[in-house]
């Protein structure tokens, strides 16, 4: 007979076994036939696997006793029973024995049913808790199911729990290494299982799990990027600036690190994570919000608007163009708005917010704007970079203007005292970073450009460029 996985649960078990026990009735009975009357046999139990059973015949004054050991269905041949009333089973699993005997010139038929269950050590692992805690965790697809755990739990205490629970709580009374033995027991004082050994370090400190990234995919839905140094599940709870917080329902595996959620405007922004397990659960992580972001555009210039409803100290707030740093917001309070006039028309330029504090750093979504070159009357039809980087590596060596350019144009770039450095009214001119032939050092570079816009006026735009080296 095949013997029942030891990945069901206790409950499970003790039902398979109640069904098993009728099968095998139900095979007796297929076996007494007329001939047979109901016999009475008992066994006992001796030790571990290899478990040794002795039978008794418990019909007074029976005689001609046979047993079959492992009884599978079907005919019985006389041959393969025998005489012996002690087996020892070698092999973990369920067993139907079967015991024959005669009185009074009667034959006696009797059933009973053996469990051999293997003796391994039990799969569990020890989590660290709050204010000096532990807590073992068993993995539910056990390689033995024991009825009852003794655990050792290196400070002289030992202890007996019953097998049905996943976890195991206990304390100590102060921060250092303990040696934890842990193994099953099947019968109190006869049958015990092998041990699983842990080294246990309990901590001084533990750090709470932690929001690292949320990084806003569409305008309702966000990815968040989670460090779980806790190593054991979390539930991510959803809430307001203001600190109340709700489950989300959505729980986070021991080894995973990303989740995505979804914003429910316009309270429930915030987000943080809570140990599933009650030893760890006042190990919360620190809440991060969402932060409102918009972009508007006109031919003239576009409109940035931001809100933080959450500003915990060390806040750093800034939005970048095109990928790179822009504008830095921190010290415009929770709400404001940056107008951008620098920009070519007929190609699109995108806008995010990034507002980092501590480990965490939010972004929002990106929000590109594109002003078609018809609608560009007033403004500049031309982009000059906000920095350059002539150290002959091949990429941005040079400042060129691109863009729609007309014939009277001149621009010259200006030091910081506001000497000349480089003049010209050639439009397809670029600057090498040099005056007279000489490498300039790197720094801020103030810029006059003077242009015909379509319309037939001149105009003046000044700037400055960053020169890298």
Not at 23 to 29: H, I, K, P, V
Not at 199 to 205: A, D, G, L, S
Not at 346 to 375: A, H, I, M
Not at 384 to 402: C, H, Q, Y
Request: hydrophobic share 35%; net charge negative; charged share 20%.
């Amino acid at each position: 007979m095949k013997s029942i996985p030891a990945t069901i649960s206790p409950i499970l078990l003790a039902f398979i076994l109640q069904l098993w026990a009728v099968r095998a009735m139900g095979q007796c009975a297929a076996l007494a036939t007329g001939e047979y009357k109901t016999g009475a046999v008992s066994t006992t139990l001796s030790g571990c696997l290899p478990l040794s059973v002795e039978v008794h015949n418990d019909l007074p004054g029976a005689t001609n006793t046979r047993h079959l050991f492992d009884y599978r269905g079907g005919a019985v041949n006389p041959d393969s029973l025998t005489r012996d009333s002690i087996r020892v089973y070698q092999k973990p699993g369920f067993y139907t024995l079967v015991q024959f005997s005669e009185k009074d010139g009667q034959k006696y038929l009797a059933c009973t049913n053996v469990q051999v269950t293997d003796t391994l050590a039990p799969a569990v692992r020890a989590i660290a808790c709050a204010n000096g805690g532990v807590q073992l965790v068993f993995d539910p697809k056990q390689p033995t199911l024991y009825p009852t755990y003794q655990v050792d739990w290196g400070d002289t205490e030992i202890k007996g729990y019953p097998g049905l629970g996943r976890k195991i709580t206990y304390q100590y009374a102060a921060p250092k290494s303990y040696d934890i033995r842990v193994r099953g027991v099947h019968t109190p004082g006869q049958c015990r299982g092998a041990v699983t050994r842990l080294t246990f370090v309990v901590p001084e400190n533990l750090n709470p799990p932690s929001i690292i990234e949320a990084r806003m995919t569409s305008e309702t839905k966000l990815d968040l990027q989670v460090r779980n140094s806790l190593a054991t599940e979390l539930i991510l709870q959803k809430g307001s600036a203001n600190g109340v917080f709700d489950l989300t329902g959505q729980k986070l595996g021991e080894s995973q690190n990303t989740v995505e959620s979804t914003l429910e405007l316009p309270d429930k922004i915030c987000f943080r994570l809570q140990p599933a397990d009650s030893c760890l659960a006042e190990l919360r992580s620190r809440p991060i919000c969402a932060s409102d972001f918009a972009v508007d555009g006109t031919a003239e210039e576009n409109t940035i608007s931001w809100k933080i409803d959450h500003r915990p100290p060390g806040i750093r707030a800034v939005i970048q163009k095109d990928g790179v740093d822009w504008e830095d917001v921190t010290s415009s309070g929770t709400s404001g708005s940056a107008t951008d006039r620098e920009f070519v028309c007929g190609r699109e330029v995108c806008y995010q917010l990034v507002v980092n504090y501590g480990d965490f750093t939010f972004y929002s979504l990106e929000k590109c704007l594109t002003v078609p070159l018809d609608d560009c009357t007033v403004r500049p039809p031309f982009y000059l970079p906000d920095a350059f980087s002539p150290n002959g590596d091949g990429v941005n060596d040079i400042l060129k203007i691109e863009g729609v350019l007309s014939p009277e144009f001149a621009i010259t770039i200006y030091n910081k005292w506001g000497m000349a450095l480089f003049h010209s009214e050639d439009p397809a001119t670029s600057w090498d970073g040099k005056f007279n032939s000489q490498l300039l050092p790197a720094g801020t570079y103030a810029y006059s450009i003077r242009y015909l816009d379509r319309s037939g006026k001149y105009l003046v735009k000044r700037g400055a460029v960053y020169l890298l080296r």
